[in-house]
């Protein structure tokens, strides 16, 4: 290769890991997989080492990749966080190995499960953690103390036993079943779905809202020093043995290793367990056990020369994209799906795959008629991970998306800086199925006899044209209803054909005795409580949380229109500064509450509720004059464990008025940490009484 030829390569290579990083990091987007990345940066580095000229320390391998974000302070690492050099084979191994072997004497090896997840530091000062922050660019990283504290597997205090002033690092991460609820979840509230647990957690850490992270189920395992306190230990086992005692949260593997061959088992053995963790790993992770050998052995740009990564294959299938459908949601947002050909993987037969949306397809480059290799997120969720682009046949098409809905035949709509495009007629019968289908859900109405393949044919049939019509349906109508007349029937034809050959005869199955189940599961829920109500109707963004926030403000279902309230918090948005009120009620949820009732379909929908005599109530309404801190002003300041619009509710569920600066009428304080010696003054000057957080519990209970 000539000076030049490596020059243009080079470049190449770092636009395409730049882009890589920009889209994992910062759009929490991943765009290529991890195979390609580290691939890309093993030869940069080979060519870097081969071409001196082509050194720079600006180039992507000589810094930590990762971003920083906006709205949040700065913290400096001292000594910086480093990443980890790869490894991708067995042989490169056997080449740490025998470098470790020449360069030390008298050591050992500790295998862990490499943690996919998000790089954290940990402070304690006094014993109390006093700071967490991410990795950023190595030397600089992203305070989010608050955002950390919510989560309940990191320790706030510590035992006398450890260290007055310690820093530990270690990893986040979501847990595989807590990611596929989330992003069920997210469906459920029209919202969009994560890519995989990696980039849930990275996105939740970065909220600057602490109250959604703490919605979200995080946790943490502990696996190094940092700065402080963690000078005295001789090995790298007695020093996780004591982070364990100080109550982290540690790896659940850690395996010895003297010999080679004693490691490459260990590492075979951990590739076995990989899916038994409740989080992803990548690979595995080799440690000197011996401290006293690392300042010897010392870093290089990108890791501890001390430490390695085994990186593990991704569980990859191959298969092929016969046909690129497009599904029509609740919200009418068309989803493009890949109709795969039928291929196991880990444990499950696959035939189709969510492609998310038209630049998800543009960004991985699928035609139809593509070789893919599909990989599983979270373990479960079916995704494709790269197109095999060497046995392209030039026969592949790209894909469109349709002009009109392929449901309705109704005009479809991209709103501008979204890329879901949607059917924006109300009366589409996809979305009405999938809105009724929610309507019947567990946590909207519940009815448990209506779902997926029942709210097909009740569609279908003509029965239900609006989900309300669920409270007027006929008990004969109903046992007479014909499931096998639902949209994409055929599909499930053998799902209840009981010995039929599919397509011989057309199957019928009457909903039957169903119909009774249905029916009193719909009697039931006239009287479910306002919230369930609020998530049943499906606007965009109201979530199971965001409903029972909105409906503990109300009394009942029909205030919710022209609501004073909602109308309140978006005044109060545009107030911004001192003035504003702490309500727990989101600008954007109240936008699209109030927005919901103020469009036709909100409007035809409440009037419905009307005639049919419905107005759900709210479940618990306290009123001013009875709580405990009926009719008393508090204030809330300082950094407090809990978000502080979850005390503001406490508060104004017990009668109490939250305001947002003391006054005469102000008889609490409620002071968190690091408060300023003027505030606590003028309360004082005013009469106001300076309390805790403790004794507003203690007042509340
Ligand atoms: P990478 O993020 O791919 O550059 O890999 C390096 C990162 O792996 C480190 O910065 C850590 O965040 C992470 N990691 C996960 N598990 C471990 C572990 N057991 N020991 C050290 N680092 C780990
Ligand atoms: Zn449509």
């Not at 480059?365 to 599909?374: P, S």
């Amino acid at each position: 290769m000539t000076e030049s030829e490596a020059l243009l390569r080079a470049q190449v290579l770092r636009s395409l890991i730049e882009k890589a990083n920009r889209d994992y990091y910062d759009l929490h987007q991943p765009t290529v997989g991890d195979r390609d990345y580290d691939m890309w940066e093993k030869e940069l580095l080979s060519l870097e080492e081969e071409f001196p000229f082509l050194k720079d320390e600006n180039s992507p391998v000589r810094r930590v990749a990762g971003g920083l974000s906006e709205g949040f302070a700065k913290v400096q690492h001292n000594p910086p966080m480093q990443s980890l050099d790869k490894t991708h084979a067995k042989e490169e191994l056997a080449e740490f190995d025998s470098f470790i072997r020449k360069s030390v004497d008298g050591f050992s090896y500790v295998i862990e499960p490499k943690v996919d997840g998000v790089s954290l530091s940990l402070v304690y000062s006094g014993g109390v953690l006093v700071r967490a922050a991410t990795r950023g660019n190595g030397t600089t990283g992203d305070d989010i103390t608050a955002n950390v504290r919510t989560i309940a597997a990191v320790p706030k205090v510590l035992p006398p036993s450890a260290p007055k002033e310690l820093e530990v690092r270690g990893e986040a991460y979501m847990t595989r079943e807590g990611f596929v609820e989330l992003n069920a979840r997210q469906a459920a509230a029209g919202l969009e779905e994560f890519a995989n647990p990696r980039n849930a957690c990275a996105g939740s850490l970065k909220q600057l809202d602490a109250a959604v992270t703490a919605s979200r189920p995080l946790s943490v395992v502990v696996y190094n020093s940092g700065g402080l306190g963690c000078e005295g230990f001789a090995t790298h086992t007695q020093m996780i043995e004591a982070f364990r005692e100080w109550g982290f949260p540690v790896s659940p593997y850690l395996k010895h290793a003297s010999t080679q061959e004693e490691l490459f088992a260990a590492i075979d053995e951990l590739e076995k367990a990989r899916h038994s963790f409740d989080f992803e790993i990548d690979g595995a992770v080799i440690k000197i056990d011996e401290r006293v050998h690392y300042d010897t052995l010392g870093a290089t740009a990108h890791g501890p020369r001390w430490a390695r990564a085994y990186k593990y294959a991704p569980e990859r299938a191959e298969t092929v994209v016969e046909a690129i459908t497009v599904q029509v949601g609740r919200t009418g947002i068309l989803t493009p799906v890949a109709e795969l050909k039928s291929v196991f993987l880990a444990g499950s037969t696959i035939s189709r795959s969510t492609l998310h949306n038209v630049d998800q397809i543009a960004r991985q480059d699928i035609r139809i008629g593509d070789h893919v290799w599909i990989v599983k997120a979270g373990d479960v969720i079916p995704a494709v991970d790269s197109v095999i682009k060497e046995k392209r046949t030039g026969e592949e098409r790209v894909f469109e998306m349709p002009r009109s809905c392929p449901v309705c035949g109704g005009e479809v709509r991209r709103e501008e800086g979204e890329v879901a495009v949607r059917c924006v007629n109300p009366a589409c019968p996809a979305q009405l199925r999938r809105r009724l289908e929610h309507f019947a859900s567990r946590n909207a109405l519940d009815l448990k006899a209506l779902g997926e393949r029942v709210a097909d044919a009740l569609v279908d049939s003509g029965l239900v044209r609006d989900v309300l019509d669920v409270f007027t349906l006929s008990r004969e109508r109903l046992e007479n209803l014909d499931l096998a007349e639902g949209a994409n029937a055929e599909e499930k034809e053998e799902d209840f054909q009981d010995g039929l050959l599919p397509g011989l005869f057309k199957p019928v199955r009457k909903f039957g005795r169903n119909a009774v189940n249905l029916l009193n599961a719909v009697d039931q829920a006239r009287t479910l409580p306002l919230h369930r109500w609020l998530f049943a109707i499906g606007i965009p963004g109201v979530g199971v949380s965001v409903a029972k926030d909105i409906a503990a403000e109300h009394e009942k279902f029909s205030d919710l229109a022209d609501s004073a309230v909602l109308k309140n918090v978006l005044e109060n948005d545009l107030k911004k500064g001192k003035e504003r009120k702490v309500l727990p009620i989101k600008v954007e949820a109240a936008k699209a509450v109030l927005s919901f009732f103020a469009g036709e379909y909100g409007k035809r929908f409440a009037e419905r509720m009307a005639s049919l005599s419905l107005d759900p109530q709210s479940e618990k309404k306290v009123s001013a004059t009875s709580g405990a801190l009926a009719g008393v002003g508090c204030v809330l300041t300082g950094s407090l464990s809990r978000p502080r619009h979850e005390y503001a509710a406490m508060i104004e569920a017990a009668g109490g008025i939250v305001q947002s600066s003391v006054t005469s009428k102000t008889k609490y304080l409620i002071a968190g940490e690091n408060v300023g010696a003027s505030k606590t003054e003028k309360a004082r000057k005013l009469g106001t009484q300076v309390i805790g957080e403790s004794d507003l519990l203690a007042l509340l209970a």
